[in-house]
């Protein structure tokens, strides 16, 4: 049985335009979506600066009472208590944390559509459902597909899962490990002294659990890949959070902002992390506000493209003529939106602008008298 499909769809001019037309809402949505999202990021905390200049470096040798209540950080040597394991497959072990994760090989719908413009405005469609076999952490319900016969999946055997210490301690203080956002995992290669005795049937291949018919070179369907990662047992950290006795617990910076959390190394490796993220986040946003302003704004031209398609060629160079118009739109106005967000979400910033907008209001208005007068 042929593991590609293709189907050939033609919409009329009309359905093109009708289409278009609803597109308009569409992009409207998504610049109002744009607008909101660039105005908040602008607006988020930086919580790296934050916790660089607001939070108190505690010992975690000794309990200090005059520090309960107070945001503060915390370097020492994290340990969390007990041994963690995989009831199925490992051994309890040094954990903090231990994740399963669990690959399938299945059969993979793949969806791809080519469109071409016909002369008077019509549309064709071409579109092509392929189907392979691939190493997968989620496999697809093949009920789903558009052709399932001859590409079922069976379901996936084992689930992944992930097993985490119940209590820690950074030094003398306790920690919520529940709570507590906690660093990266690790990759662990499982050798055979880590399996339990009892284990289903498989094998050890390159540090993983291998099950099924086939192998890692010659895989057959549904058979399974189990790896696990891990976070250590004790390592050194650093914890951000608020003192209560012998306790960290979260902190809310304003009262709304969350900070709990648990990094590798010294105070200052968990400042310059958040510092990281916060910048990585602040331009992704950005992105993606610019782009969604950009189709936007483009969605707002789809009845225009829809008539204009009776020319084909004439549809196109419209489109990449209108493309360029509005990605210069889409870009000052996203521009716009940034900097004043970021003016309004900034204290000092918006006392500055104020204090030159009314000292200009003030200057038009003196320049004015002073005509009158002179007249």
């Known amino acids: ?10 919409i009329g001019l009309g359905s093109n335009i009708g289409n278009s037309i609803k597109g308009i809402l569409g992009g409207i949505i998504m610049i109002i979506i744009a607008i909101v999202i660039l105005w908040k990021n602008e607006g988020r905390v930086n919580m790296g600066k934050a916790a660089e200049k607001m939070s108190i470096p505690a010992s975690a040798e000794k309990l200090d009472p005059s520090l309960n209540g107070k945001f503060v950080s915390i370097t020492g040597t994290f340990e969390s208590e007990g041994n963690i394991g995989d009831p199925d497959y490992i051994k309890p072990g040094p954990y903090t944390r231990l994740s399963r994760s669990v690959e399938m090989y299945a059969w993979v719908e793949e969806k791809s559509t080519k469109s071409k413009k016909k002369l008077g405005g019509k549309t064709e469609k071409v579109i092509t459902y392929k189907y392979l076999k691939r190493w997968t952490r989620s496999p697809q319900d093949s009920s789903n597909f558009k052709h399932p016969q001859g590409h079922e999946n069976p379901p996936l055997p084992v689930e992944p899962k992930t097993w985490t ?19 990266a995992s690790h990759p662990l290669a ?61 902190y809310y910076y304003k009262g709304k902002k969350r900070l709990y959390r648990l990094f590798y190394g010294s105070r200052e490796d968990a400042v310059s992390t958040m510092k990281t993220e916060y910048k990585f986040w602040l331009w992704i946003m950005r992105l993606i506000g610019f782009l969604l302003m950009w189709g936007g704004f483009q ?48 204290l000092i910033a918006l006392l500055v602008v104020s204090v030159l907008v009314i000292g200009g209001i003030f200057l038009i208005f003196k320049k004015k008298g002073q005509k009158t007068a002179a007249a």
């Open 165 to 183: 210490a119940e209590t820690g301690k950074i030094g003398v203080y306790n920690i919520d490990i529940k709570s507590v956002v906690l660093p």
């Open 1 to 10: 049985m042929p593991d590609v499909f293709t189907e050939k769809e033609t």
């Open 190 to 250: 499982i050798t055979e002294e880590m399996l339990i005795n009892d284990y289903i049937d498989g094998y050890l291949s390159n540090g993983i659990i291998y099950k099924g018919e086939g192998s890692l070179s010659s895989p057959k369907l549904g058979d399974v890949k189990i790896s696990y990662s891990a976070l250590d047992k004790s390592f050194n950290g650093t914890i951000f959070g608020k003192i209560e006795g012998s306790n960290i617990v979260p």
């Open 299 to 346: 969605a707002l031209f789809g009845p225009l493209f829809a008539i204009l398609d009776i020319l084909p060629f004439l549809g196109s160079v419209t489109r990449s003529v209108v493309g360029i118009a509005t990605f210069i739109l889409a870009l000052i106005f996203s521009l716009i939106i940034i900097i004043v967000s970021m003016i309004a979400h900034s």
